[in-house]
């Protein structure tokens, strides 16, 4: 046996001991509705006790982004030993101890294109849960064609001012920062983009949640009237703000591809056996739904295998820079079908809307949800667009 393979035994052992001893029995639980989900933040009234032990055990390690180096909370781990912690978390069922646009999306980008000094103050607070972050991107005229954004940052000596609006910002009205996208000039379109970061408790923010079809609001309208930004804050060079928001959209992307990874069909045979009944067999008595939750189970478990391949190019640094376009088209379309499926399993009950029965409308609720996939971070034309052209290399 090699000596990384010793290695990796020995971390994977006393990874498996660590965590048998101090992730909490209620960490261990599936998460079954938004209350289970921790986000962080400066406001960290309403975890429980086992939420919030558990988020400052695994940041105490820098578990929460075990691959971020050690100097800025990270854990440090190389790929492999990741993968091991993942695993390990996966086999008692672990929560995620965090989850943070902060990290996901804007971490990366500032281990690539931030300064020294916005690396020591902003990555620790996010490895820590500390602070929560928002995303300025789309605007109201400016969505799929992001490169017309037109809320603006103004030159005003020691700081910039920034005004404009921001739409579909998700969770502007929880988020205590945001990383934002303005313009600094106005004589090229993608060249004169900037990326700052400011608080959102400065003066001049303000956000109007948007009502979905879901009943739910996790999207706003953000605005900025008068607002100052310290110049350093600015994020990579003046006007090349573009190369950070191509960088960060990609990790987006990443991101929104896991919608994919949610679950087999196991859950959905069980729900629809609960409502619809079995056979003789005990088979689902519907053979068309059982065939049609088959063939999903089938491309989740391929998705699954491709993802984890994916996560292991991208981390070495040999991914195709177009992949994660086409991991988030997949996966969003596998977690569209995910909840037709659920609908359909659910037979009446999915339907409702309000009953304690039906847990509020849950599965009708993240079915309506669902439908937002496929226009978040990026179109699915898009991505199909950006395939075609850097993948299949097809004429424009």
Known sequence: MSGEAIDL??????????????????????????RDVVWGGR?????????????????????????????????????????????????????????????SMLGPALL????????????????????RWCQGYSEPNAGSDLASLATSAVDAGDHFVVNGQKVWTSYADQADWIFCLVRTDKASKQGGISFVLFDMASPG??????????????????FFDDVKVPKENLVGELNKGWDVAK??????????????????????????????????????????????????????RAF??????????????????????MMKYYGTELNKARH?????????DSVEWESERSGGGRAA???????????????????LNIVAKRILELPG
């Open 365 to 383: 609720r993240a079915w309506l949800r669902t439908k937002a996939n496929s226009i978040e971070g990026g179109t699915s034309e898009i991505q």
């Open 247 to 300: 960088y960060l959209l990609g990790h987006e992307r990443e991101m929104i591809s896991g919608m994919g990874l949610a679950g087999g069909g196991e859950a959905l045979i069980e729900r629809a056996k609960a409502s619809i009944g079995v056979d003789a067999a005990g088979r689902l008595a519907d053979p068309l739904l059982r065939a049609q939750i088959a063939m999903y189970d089938l491309r989740a």
């Open 205 to 222: 923010v303000s956000t109007k949640p948007i009502l979905l079809i879901s009943g739910y609001s996790p999207f706003c309208e953000t």
């Open 9 to 34: 035994d020995t971390f994977r052992t006393q990874t498996r001991a660590w965590l048998e001893e101090n992730c909490p029995v209620e960490m261990r639980a599936p998460v079954t509705s938004d």
């Open 112 to 131: 690539k294109y931030g300064s020294e000094a916005q690396k020591q103050e902003h990555l620790p607070k996010i490895a820590r849960g500390e602070i």
């Open 340 to 348: 037709e499926l659920a609908m359909a399993a659910g037979g009446s």
């Open 43 to 103: 406001d960290q009234s309403k975890l429980t006790a086992a939420q919030k032990t558990w988020l400052d055990r695994m940041a105490a390690r820098g578990w929460t982004v075990p691959d971020w180096p050690a100097a800025y909370g990270g854990g440090g781990l190389s790929a492999a030993d990741t993968k091991v912690l993942r695993e390990e978390m996966a086999r008692i069922g672990a929560r995620n101890p965090l989850n943070s646009f902060g990290i």
């Open 304 to 325: 699954a295998a491709q993802s984890e391949r994916f996560i292991d190019e991208l981390k070495a640094g040999r991914a195709h820079p177009a992949q994660p376009s």
